[in-house]
């Protein structure tokens, strides 16, 4: 498989995973989500979910089967955070290695095409996702307001190389046409 192909999510969400709606589930047909933790539902310093994340993931529940994977190892922390939202999770997951999303869509029992790998990274999240054979969904992280002040260079970094491999990440503005508004205005 190509680099291009590795690192293209399947969907690019603008904004945080909370636009992620069960609308947009049923559109894929995705019947299970693999979700990231640190800046896809909590930002790197908060251990627990907020309000807004709870009622998002009650919305979601009503869909889809869900699964929190992730790379950090602090049992504490994403466990507190898994805790507050009722999810099962593994950490210290390695992405992009696949084996503990291996092991999270055994335990949702679905086929890895309607299972969706949701993520704020590209070289973690996408790619073990697109390794897997998983419907990617890349949305913007979730900063703390101290991190949000400063650039995301490691996101910024991902973005460019992944474009210099061919990836199609920014999402492309659709400019308003005379076939578009045949008045002109």
Not at 108 to 126: A, E, I, K, S, W
Not at 156 to 182: C, H, M, Q, Y
């Amino acid at each position: 498989m190509y680099w291009n192909k590795l690192l293209q999510p399947d969907l690019i969400l603008e904004g945080s995973v909370l636009n992620l709606t069960p609308d947009i589930i049923r559109k894929y047909d995705l019947k299970g989500l693999v979700l990231d933790v640190d800046e896809t539902l909590v930002p790197i310093r908060v251990a627990s979910a907020s309000g807004e994340l709870q009622q998002w993931v009650e919305q979601m529940r009503s869909c889809t089967v869900l699964w929190l994977v992730s790379n950090n190892l602090s049992e504490a922390r994403i466990g507190g955070i898994a805790r507050s939202v009722n999810l099962p999770y593994f950490l210290g997951a390695a992405k992009p290695s696949g084996r503990k999303i291996r092991e999270a869509l055994k335990a949702m029992n679905l086929p890895v095409h309607q299972v969706g790998m949701v993520g704020d990274r590209l070289f973690t999240d996408v790619l073990a996702g697109n390794r897997l054979g998983m419907f990617t969904i890349l949305v913007e992280p979730i900063l703390h307001p101290d991190v949000a002040l400063r650039s995301h260079p490691i996101r910024n970094f991902e973005v460019w190389a992944s474009e210099i491999l061919g990836a199609t990440i920014t999402p492309k503005k659709r400019r308003l046409t005379t076939l578009d508004n045949p008045s002109g205005k």
